[in-house]
């Protein structure tokens, strides 16, 4: 088992759908979470950090962190064209490890 | 905007043949990472420093690579000697230093170096 595992994909939805992403973990001691938008060719770019279970929202990016069931998700509201990319969770454990998903692929048609 | 540097951005390189890359993080930044990616696969780390010291070289390949940062500031990837399957995107990234109890801060990364051994 992987210990950072997300949706494999690709996840296509229509444009001004919501897009929703999700991840697991499996290290208990992990305190800090991000989400990342990779573009082909391209580094990965921050999108948000999650540190306390809930919800946090920045623009159109929901952020969601349940500890307890080891889960972060990602919902993208009004998904548009320029949506499309590779999103990754990256999760850092209380000794400092960084561990990244695979990504899962989205795709949002016009 | 302050950005991470890396250089080379493309390297094609025969194997058995050494490599460097070099990496420049953010000012102010006391953790710099090197990853390397897999074409379909997410960033998987090699080495971790905070200032000079290693925190973290579990996953690197040290028959072959070698990491430095002297002086805390910029940092050297070296393969020697490089093999076909060091072909990858090698991912440079910084975060600030860790403020206890506060969890871990976000990772900015590097355009990346693109390798290829043939």
């Known amino acids: 088992q992987k210990e950072v595992e997300q949706n494999s994909g690709p996840l296509s939805v229509p444009e001004g759908a919501i897009a929703s992403l999700n991840c697991t973990y499996s290290d208990r001691g992990s305190q800090s979470f991000f989400w990342y938008r990779q573009y082909s060719g391209k580094s990965p770019e921050l999108i948000m950090s999650?540190?306390?279970?809930g919800d946090k929202e920045d623009g159109r990016f929901t952020a969601q962190l349940n500890k307890a069931s080891q889960y972060v998700s990602l919902l993208i509201r009004d998904s548009q064209p320029s949506d499309s990319a590779t999103y990754l969770c990256?999760?850092?454990?209380?000794?400092?490890?960084?561990?990244f998903g695979d990504g899962t692929t989205l795709t949002v048609k016009p | 905007e302050a950005e991470v540097a890396q250089s080379p951005r493309y390297k094609i390189t025969e194997k058995s043949q050494a490599v460097a890359f070099w990496c420049d993080p953010i000012s102010g930044h006391a953790t710099l990472y090197w990853y390397r990616q897999i074409l379909g696969q997410g960033p998987e780390l090699l080495v971790q420093f905070q200032d000079e010291s290693v925190v973290d070289d579990s996953q690197l390949p040290k028959d072959r690579f070698s990491a430095e940062r002297l002086k805390g500031v910029d940092s050297t990837l070296k393969i020697q000697p490089a093999e076909l399957g060091d072909s990858a995107m090698y991912l440079c990234a910084s975060s600030l230093r860790p403020l206890p109890g506060q969890g871990y801060n976000e990772q900015f990364f590097g355009p990346g170096t693109r390798l290829t051994v043939l």
């Open positions: 990256a999760v850092t454990t209380n000794a400092g490890k960084s561990t």
């Open positions: 999650i540190y306390s279970n």
